[in-house]
Structures are given as structure tokens and as C-alpha cells.
């Protein structure tokens, strides 16, 4: 899924890889810290991440940065028990005075069956994949609206001279 932003790459490429910002953006991010000393993005940086969908308890998991290429490219993987291995990706593509925005997610290590199980029971979620597109358009939208405001808020209009 991907969007325009009115907002240069490194701008953008800026907000996706901060992980602790993940929260403001993503719908079901509650906390996102780094860990083993980390404090910003870099291949092999792990962070911990707290889920939380609709229903059911919340979730850690411990992703690793496996891509940081600045206003360029930034991505991770993470594995949970019995929720096999996905890798979250965030493309950027300058277009124009902005960015084009890519989010996507690539499944690694399929779900068992006790994990769908898990899903679909303990959480209530009966199509993931619809729930999880769903989660980018917001979660794209939310970077948007935070990108185009920081460009403004760098970039006022200038003043017109004063006329005696």
C-alpha cells in the first residue's frame, strides 16, 4: 500500500524508523522501545514492541531492524511463537518535491495452525489480512499528516515587507 506525501524522503524516512513514534501512527502499537542500548535505527538494532487489536490482551515481540537506508528504506523483521516471521517494509521514492510512501509486509514463516487458532479465538480477528491493510492505510495516513505538518511548520510563508 503506498501514498504521497507532500514532504521530502529523509523527512519521512525520519518519522517510519523512529520506532518509539510508531505508536502516534500505527492502530494497534501501543509501545515501542529500543533495546540492548540502541537508540535509533541501524541493521541488527532490536526494539521491543507492545500489540494490542481490538480484543484480547496485549502482545510483546522484539523485532530487528534488517534494513536502514536513510530516506530510502527501513525495515524489520519479527518472529512470535507460533506466529511465524514477518517483515514490516517502508520504501520511500522521491516524487517530485515529495515521497512516495510504501508500507508492506512480507510473510517469512507461515502462521501455525495453533496461531491462527490463537487469533481468530483469543483475539477475535477472523480476517487478519484485511485488519492488517486496513492498519497501513491508517498508520500511512497518520505519517502523512505528521510529515506535511512538520514541512509546514519548517517552512512558513514568508512575510510581505512592510509598506510605509
Not at 505508536?23 to 542500548?37: K, M, N, Q, V, Y
Not at 502482545?59 to 530516506?71: D, F, I, L, S, T
Not at 516524487?95 to 487469533?119: A, C, H, K, M, N
Amino acid at each position: 500500500m503506498s501514498l504521497y506525501v507532500e514532504a521530502p524522503p529523509d523527512a519521512v524516512y525520519d518519522l517510519v524508523s523512529d520506532v518509539t513514534r510508531t505508536p502516534e501512527f500505527s492502530p494497534e502499537i501501543l509501545r515501542c522501545t529500543w533495546l540492548d542500548g540502541a537508540t535509533g535505527p541501524a541493521v541488527g538494532a532490536r526494539f521491543e514492541a507492545v500489540n494490542k487489536v481490538r480484543r484480547g490482551p496485549a502482545w510483546k515481540n522484539r523485532p530487528v531492524v534488517v534494513e536502514a537506508r536513510p530516506g530510502r528504506e527501513f525495515a524489520f523483521s519479527r518472529t512470535e511463537k507460533f506466529a511465524g516471521t514477518l517483515v514490516w517494509r517502508y520504501r520511500l521514492e522521491p516524487d517530485g518535491p515529495g515521497t512516495r510512501l510504501e508500507e508492506s509486509y512480507d510473510v517469512t514463516e507461515p502462521l501455525t495452525r495453533i496461531g491462527w487458532f490463537i487469533i481468530g479465538t483469543l483475539f477475535g480477528c477472523h480476517d487478519r489480512r484485511a485488519e492488517l491493510r486496513e492498519g497501513m492505510r491508517q498508520t500511512l495516513e497518520r505519517i502523512r499528516e505528521t510529515a506535511e505538518a512538520g514541512v509546514r511548520r519548517r517552512d512558513p510563508s514568508p512575510t510581505p515587507p512592510d509598506l510605509d
